[in-house]
């Protein structure tokens, strides 16, 4: 592609803003579509709301414990309606950040809804009821997610059966909570509200929350959850959902046995599926499935010229994702240095519990179920100097290493500052490294980082803080 030649985008979320940035960087004369607010499902709705709200919470939580660490907090209280008020300022606040890169890279930005009309042919219905069409080489769709309401009866229609945008603005903090889901929304939405001081409980239909992450990690943090007063009940499948004067009625499958549960509010959290409706994908011949658009490793899809990331091709649903392939499929649409494929193998999941709960890599089942002959290390926060000074004691560092060689197939971490550390583990599964490198990496202390090369050390037997497995 020559230089100043069109890319539009469709979608301003992190995926499609960011695809726009980089192509604009590149010398491409860009126009992005954004039918609701630049900055997407995260910023608006999504991670930024929900990790605001939680960072109140935690530190509810943590002041009503002030005295474990020698202070004193007295009437302690919450102001909810000031805790959305600064939700909304960070929101705003990063919104006009993205606004403002887009002008400084020149960025055509058009507010509006965009529909194919034909092969790279878009038309776009603006607020004021005007359109404006549009064609170009490439079109790079960052269409994203919307939730997605299951078909239980009792759900849909019901005003105390809210998705999470709902529960993120909702007017207080219900005294009940009931959960349909245990995913990643489920848990995080839970951990906020219970730390409030919501009765929560979460229903989950497979044997355990969380179900993609480690299985002996969520076990730690799944009781330490329960610990806290949230109720989990897992195998347990919701049936239907009933309106009551007060709130909501769920009946539940609990392997076999009905259950019934009252709550003031429902938090639908079952998944999210692709937003690509309204696209009228087929005018512009572009395959999906049940919504979502296939693509291949260079984020192309079957039509020439058209490219998908994010959300919208119903892979993995995670902003860091969809902006790494956003930069994918930028540098394939204009296409100077030949064409790159994304790699998805170094995306780290982070869930904003408490603790905190991050992964990269192979789980322990993956590697099990994939025969790969493995390693483990484990190292506890309970041995690390940083985490017992936080009071992050409860949590686990562990890796997961190739048998013969070593090789970082797996990183989970469960305590404190989890989500910000399991970079390193991406950074070592990007790199192919082993725990031999991580090892002759020195980190620096005090810092709960020294937890994951002391894993590291523990793979090979030879950690220094805690006695070593025999046989390890
Ligand atoms: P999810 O797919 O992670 O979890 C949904 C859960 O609902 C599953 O475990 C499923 O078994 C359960 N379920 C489905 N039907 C049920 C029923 N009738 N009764 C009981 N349980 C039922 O979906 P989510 O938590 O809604 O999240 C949506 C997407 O958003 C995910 O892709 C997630 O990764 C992403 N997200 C990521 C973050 C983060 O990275 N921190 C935060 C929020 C959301």
């Not at 192509?23 to 991670?47: H, M, P, R």
């Not at 009252?262 to 395959?287: F, I, Q, W, Y």
């Not at 090892?439 to 002391?454: D, K, L, N, Q």
């Amino acid at each position: 592609m020559e230089k100043g030649e069109q890319i539009v985008v469709i979608g301003g979320g992190p995926g499609g803003y960011t695809a726009a940035i980089r192509a604009a960087q590149l010398g491409a004369d860009v126009t992005l579509i954004e039918k609701k607010s630049l900055g997407g499902t995260c910023l608006n709705v999504g991670c930024i709301p929900t990790k605001v709200i939680l960072h109140s919470a935690e530190m509810f939580a943590e002041m009503k414990e002030a005295r474990k660490i020698g202070l004193k907090a007295y009437g302690l209280e919450y102001d909810w309606d000031a805790i959305q008020k600064r939700k909304e300022a960070v929101r705003a606040q990063l919104v006009r950040g993205v606004e403002g890169l887009c002008r400084a890279n020149r960025i055509r930005v058009v507010s509006g809804e965009a529909k194919f009309t034909g092969p790279r042919e878009l038309t776009v219905k603006k607020e004021d009821g005007a359109s404006e069409n549009l064609t170009a080489p490439r079109i790079i769709i960052a269409a994203g997610s919307v939730p997605a309401i299951p078909p239980v009866p009792g759900i849909a229609g019901n005003e105390h059966c809210i998705d999470s945008t709902a529960a993120l603005s909702l007017p207080a903090v219900p005294e009940r909570l009931a959960v349909i889901g245990g995913g990643v929304i489920g848990v995080e939405i839970a951990t906020a509200f219970s730390q409030f001081g919501a009765k929560v409980t979460i229903l989950e239909a497979l044997p355990e929350i969380l179900p993609s992450m480690d299985g002996q990690l969520t076990a730690i943090l799944r009781a330490r959850m329960e610990k806290t007063g949230v109720e989990i009940l897992t195998g347990a499948r919701v049936e239907s959902v009933e309106q009551t004067p007060a709130g909501a009625r769920i009946k539940a499958n609990c392997g076999g046995e009905i259950k019934y549960f009252e709550a003031d509010k429902v938090l639908v959290a079952v998944g999210r599926k692709p937003d690509t409706g309204s696209l009228n994908l087929a005018a512009a011949g572009v395959a999906e499935d049940k919504g979502k658009i296939s693509v291949n490793e260079y984020m192309e899809t079957n039509a020439e010229g058209v490219y998908a990331i994010g959300d919208c091709t119903g892979r993995v649903m995670l902003a860091h994702a969809a902006s790494a392939q956003g930069e994918t499929a930028a540098e394939n649409a204009v296409g100077r240095a030949g064409k790159k494929a994304f790699d998805p193998r170094s995306i780290p999941s982070c869930v904003y519990g408490s603790p905190e709960f991050a992964g990269v890599g192979l789980t322990e089942e993956k590697a099990r179920e994939a025969g790969i002959g493995y390693t483990v290390g484990t190292f506890p926060l309970s041995a690390n100097g940083k985490a017992l000074i936080m009071g992050g004691q409860e949590g686990v560092v562990k890796i997961i290493a190739g048998k013969q060689h070593g090789e970082i197939l797996g990183v989970h971490i469960l305590g404190c500052r989890a989500t910000d550390l399991i970079a390193e583990g991406a950074l070592a599964i990007g790199l192919e490294a082993t725990a031999e490198e991580i090892i002759s990496t020195i980190h620096g202390h005090p810092t709960v980082s020294e937890a994951v090369r002391e894993a590291a050390l523990a793979v090979e037997g030879r950690a220094i803080h805690i006695p070593n497995k025999k046989g390890n």
